[in-house]
């Protein structure tokens, strides 16, 4: 009896001492098989602008005299044909504009008052002396009114030059013009000589303004989306801008309304990413799909999610009987990676009875509705050909791998709240004096997790509505 106790004895210290040694199995080497990280999908964003177009107006209003004469006004006259002359001023009401569609009407009304006389005639020559002068549109009567306009229609190249097509529109008298006592109407006189000046003044505004390069300006706004902008509680926010586009252009009221387009493929990192400023690209095709919808991918490292399990689960001990002999495992702390697959690596380095390293594999989810992600399914790695780990079957006791299961939990309400808060204050601002855009964020999803070697990828789908409004321009540039 006492040999068998002795052998029973001798056979457990041996056990003991065989396991007792440090265990370090080799780390998972695992094919990505059922595993693809697709390509970040291209975020559409159509924002509506509105264009304040004051601006142009003003332009307009310094381009347009505000008095027009005869030539050489008040000293020479003009002469129509042999028997009639006549000199004229004019001068014009502030400009106003009304905008449609895709035309712009500039217009004033004309204020002029005329001075002539006549005489007969015979083969083309005088024979009788000028009449005494007479004055149309003088104080006792009033000035005599005619409604001038200019009608410009616009469209966009894509290399970002508003084009102009100026068309004079025909001068509409409001009252004739008659001199004197001979009754003659000359206002059809008046108005030819009228629409000379005007034409003079279309040759100006087709000079200076009938074409409108804004792509110096569009350059200004794709080197701020080309930026990394820091995002407070988030990381770095980089949003690759892909291309713009126009969707619609029109003219209302006091408002050019131009939908543009972005394909953008943005994301959020911890470590800082490096810009990558360029020249802006043509504009792209049409797609008027309303407000955005974002494919956000955001780059977690490791290091912080290894942080917040260790405060879970180390120090945490766990005891276990092995025939007479009581077994200890001590969590001292772990270190999570990825697999390049669909899992993730818990590296556990434990002490007590043994001390060494396991392996424990899981598979990240989501949970809609605690907004955390979960690591599920988790397992010890027993493909391993260490025999120390073999021998050593109590570690692979499942209340070690439920427990590390329940707290490798990671809430994601506060990230996703933070998320909106930042990026609404992102898409609310100025971003050049005279250009402010203003946007919400209505929901945001996740859309997939990506557990990659060096990080855990997060994907999100962020849904909302962004405009953009221009106080001012400088149609100079």
């Not at 206002?187 to 074409?211: A, I, P, R």
């Not at 080309?226 to 801008?241: A, D, E, H, R, S």
């Not at 999803?445 to 962004?466: F, T, V």
Request: proline share 5%; glycine share 6%; charged share 20%.
């Amino acid at each position: 009896m006492l040999k068998k106790i002795f052998l029973v004895h001798l056979i457990l210290f041996s056990g003991s001492i065989l396991i007792a040694q440090n265990i370090n199995p080799d780390k998972p080497d695992l094919i990505p098989t059922k595993f693809k990280f697709d390509s970040l999908p291209s975020s559409e964003i159509n924002i509506p602008i509105a264009i304040n177009l004051k601006p142009f107006y003003q332009m307009a209003e310094k381009s347009v005299d505000t008095v027009f004469t005869s030539p050489k006004y008040p000293n020479d006259w003009v002469y129509d044909g042999c028997d009639t002359r006549y000199k004229y001023i004019f001068r014009r009401s502030p400009l106003y504009m009304k905008a449609n569609g895709t035309s712009l009407v500039l217009g004033f009304t004309g204020y002029y008052k005329i001075t002539g006389s006549t005489r007969l005639c015979a083969a083309g020559y005088g024979i009788s002396p000028w009449t005494p002068s007479c004055t149309c549109g003088g104080s006792d009567e009033g000035e005599r009114k005619v409604n001038v306009s200019f009608t410009n229609s616009f469209s966009i190249t894509p290399d970002y030059n508003i084009k102009l097509n100026i068309v004079r529109n025909e001068p509409q008298a409001l009252n004739k013009c008659e001199v004197c006592f001979w009754g003659q109407d000359i206002t059809k006189q008046v108005l030819n000589g009228l629409k000379k000046e005007l034409d003079d003044s279309k040759k100006d505004l087709d000079k200076n303004y009938s074409n409108v390069n804004l792509k110096p300006r569009f350059q200004q706004v794709w080197d701020q989306l080309t930026k990394v902008y820091n995002i407070n509680n988030l990381g770095w926010l980089k949003i690759n801008p892909e291309k713009l586009r126009i969707n619609s252009i029109n003219a209302k009221n006091d408002s050019l309304n131009i939908s543009l387009g972005l394909s953008a493929k943005p994301v959020i990192s911890f470590e800082k990413p490096i810009a990558q400023p360029g020249w802006i690209p043509n504009l792209g095709s049409f797609n008027n799909t309303p407000g955005f919808n974002i494919f956000l991918d955001a780059v977690l490292n490791y290091d912080s999610l290894t942080q917040i399990l260790n405060k879970e689960v180390a120090g945490m001990e766990f005891t276990f009987k092995k025939l007479l002999i009581k077994k200890r495992f001590v969590i001292d702390s772990c270190k999570l990676s990825g697999a390049g697959n669909d899992k993730l690596i818990i590296k556990v380095n434990f002490s007590g009875t043994n001390k060494g390293i396991v392996y424990l594999l899981g598979k990240p989810v989501y949970n809609n509705t605690t907004k955390t992600i979960e690591v599920e399914d988790v397992e010890f790695d027993i493909k391993s050909k260490n025999i120390l780990l073999k021998s050593a079957d109590w570690l692979f006791d499942k209340k070690i791998t439920k427990q590390i299961s329940k707290n490798a939990k990671f809430n994601l309400t506060a990230y996703i709240d933070s998320a909106k808060t930042n990026i609404n204050q992102q898409l609310n601002q100025e971003w050049m004096q005279g250009i402010k855009s203003y946007g919400d964020i209505k929901e945001i999803k996740l859309a997939g997790i990506y557990p990659m070697e060096q990080y855990l990828i997060i994907r999100s789908n962020c849904s909302g509505e962004l405009s953009v409004k221009i106080d001012s321009i400088n149609f100079s540039l």
